[in-house]
């Protein structure tokens, strides 16, 4: 792969976006332009072009209004989405703990202050490392949650695409 390439998702595809993240793509989703404006579609295209962001829509028009860089996604289901990111080798499926998967931002490593006051953290915390997302204050480990979505992920790899 060159590059590594960055998204720009609407907001038909919150799944998708999240997962990308998941998998450490910078993805920002148009969820976060105000809802019902009829500009909507020409800001995608503006801030994709001005960004060098890869727009991935379920509307073919945009799509194809974004030329090289719209992509259509017709699956409706969220790992043929991945499965066709994939097979057009835009992204690798390896889970990088690196990114939120609810506002995209870098992680950084946790303090020890910041694991005590998460009740949600896993206890004991020993043999888990942990990060914490400074933008909305969130904790993240390398527990369950993220070793199931790299065997989804992985399942991809033997999985037939359905018909
Ligand atoms: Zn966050």
Redesign the pocket.
Known sequence: MMDEPTFLVDRMLGPLTRYLRFLGYDSESAALLPEGDPGEDNRLLKKAEAEGRLLLTRDRDLASRAGEQGIYIADIDLLDQIRLLHEKRLISLDVRLIR?S????LLREAAAGEIEGASYAPNPPNGFTFLW?P??C?LYWNGSHAENIIRRIRALDQRGRAP
């Open positions: 939120c609810v506002c995209n931002t997302c933008a909305c969130r």
